[in-house]
């Protein structure tokens, strides 16, 4: 004969059974994604270096999204360069085929970028690395010294092309990014794209004084303070460097003067 608190333990199991526990279900691993620099179709090789800006906003506005894994600028600078892919043009699929595998992408953002002022229009197609295949292309064009609305346009569009379908919480961090990183028109974006091109061959102080003007015309942009602050800090260091060299240069002149 069962005891009163054995008794009571069976009827309590009977009257509340263990809770099921639903499994967490496994997060779909992140989409690994490269944005390569936008190539130049204005006609002017001035503007060569707004391809490295637009390519490194949309790097920035897109890194809060959660199911993707951005490929960073520097990163993907060091490899294309030790490669000479610079030399290429983006825009053809084989090339992006050949640049995504080398970085290590499973989606590559390819486009280019054309002007009849004072409107603009950019390209861009997302190229599955594994087959090659173009999955997805866009276009977005409109007024250049409305560049904040062109942006925002592209990037709806390259979410859309990765087949991204983002929460109503997704969507907000994304436009709180953008709002963040805002810069309004073009030519704003040609100083930071400029300090950019300077910034990847070293000449940081030649960087800082390109970002000058981006910053006095932005100087509210997240994008430009961190890239700023970066390249400033840069800048210092090489100036520390050389002033250090200069020393050890004037002290071992003074170790192999031979005595008078």
């Not at 709806?156 to 953008?178: H, M, R």
């Not at 932005?218 to 100036?239: E, F, H, I, Q, W």
């Given at each position: 004969?069962?005891?009163?608190?054995?008794?009571?333990?069976?009827?309590?199991?009977?009257?509340?059974?263990?809770?099921?526990?639903?499994?967490?279900?496994?997060?779909?691993?992140?989409?690994?994604?490269?944005?390569?620099?936008?190539?130049?179709?204005?006609?002017?090789?001035?503007?060569?270096?707004?391809?490295?800006?637009?390519?490194?906003?949309?790097?920035?506005?897109?890194?809060?999204v959660?199911?993707?894994?951005?490929?960073?600028?520097?990163?993907?600078?060091?490899?294309?360069?030790?490669?000479?892919?610079?030399?290429?043009?983006?825009?053809?699929?084989?090339?992006?085929?050949?640049?995504?595998?080398?970085?290590?992408?499973?989606?590559?953002?390819?486009?280019?970028?054309?002007?009849?002022?004072?409107?603009?229009?950019?390209?861009?197609?997302?190229?599955?690395?594994?087959?090659?295949?173009?999955?997805?292309?866009?276009?977005?064009?409109?007024?250049?010294?409305?560049?904040?609305?062109?942006?925002?346009?592209?990037?709806?569009?390259?979410?859309?092309?990765?087949?991204?379908?983002?929460?109503?919480?997704?969507?907000?961090?994304?436009?709180?990014?953008?709002?963040?990183?805002?810069?309004?028109?073009?030519?704003?974006?040609?100083?930071?794209?400029?300090?950019?091109?300077?910034?990847?061959?070293?000449d940081?102080?030649?960087?800082?004084?390109?970002?000058?003007?981006?910053?006095?015309a932005?100087?509210?942009?997240?994008?430009?303070?961190?890239?700023?602050?970066?390249?400033?800090?840069?800048?210092?260091?090489?100036?520390?460097?050389?002033?250090?060299?200069?020393?050890?240069?004037?002290?071992?002149?003074?170790?192999?003067?031979?005595?008078?």
């Amino acid at each position: 004969m069962l005891r009163p608190a054995l008794l009571l333990c069976a009827v309590a199991t009977i009257a509340f059974p263990a809770r099921w526990t639903e499994p967490v279900p496994t997060p779909a691993p992140k989409k690994t994604v490269a944005i390569l620099y936008f190539d130049n179709y204005t006609g002017s090789s001035e503007n060569d270096p707004l391809g490295k800006g637009i390519s490194s906003m949309m790097i920035s506005d897109l890194s809060v999204v959660e199911e993707i894994q951005l490929v960073e600028r520097e990163r993907m600078q060091d490899l294309i360069k030790e490669s000479e892919l610079q030399h290429t043009k983006y825009f053809d699929s084989t090339t992006a085929v050949r640049t995504g595998r080398m970085i290590g992408a499973q989606y590559v953002v390819v486009g280019s970028f054309a002007s009849v002022k004072p409107q603009m229009r950019i390209d861009t197609r997302v190229v599955r690395v594994e087959t090659g295949e173009v999955v997805k292309t866009a276009q977005v064009t409109g007024d250049q010294d409305k560049f904040f609305d062109l942006e925002q346009a592209l990037a709806s569009k390259l979410i859309d092309g990765l087949g991204l379908a983002l929460s109503p919480e997704e969507q907000n961090k994304v436009a709180a990014q953008q709002k963040a990183n805002r810069i309004d028109n073009v030519s704003t974006m040609a100083s930071y794209s400029q300090a950019l091109a300077l910034f990847d061959q070293k000449d940081y102080p030649g960087a800082v004084v390109k970002m000058g003007p981006a910053v006095a015309a932005s100087p509210n942009s997240m994008l430009l303070r961190v890239a700023y602050a970066d390249m400033k800090r840069r800048a210092g260091n090489t100036a520390a460097d050389m002033a250090k060299d200069k020393i050890k240069a004037g002290i071992g002149g003074l170790i192999r003067r031979p005595p008078r």
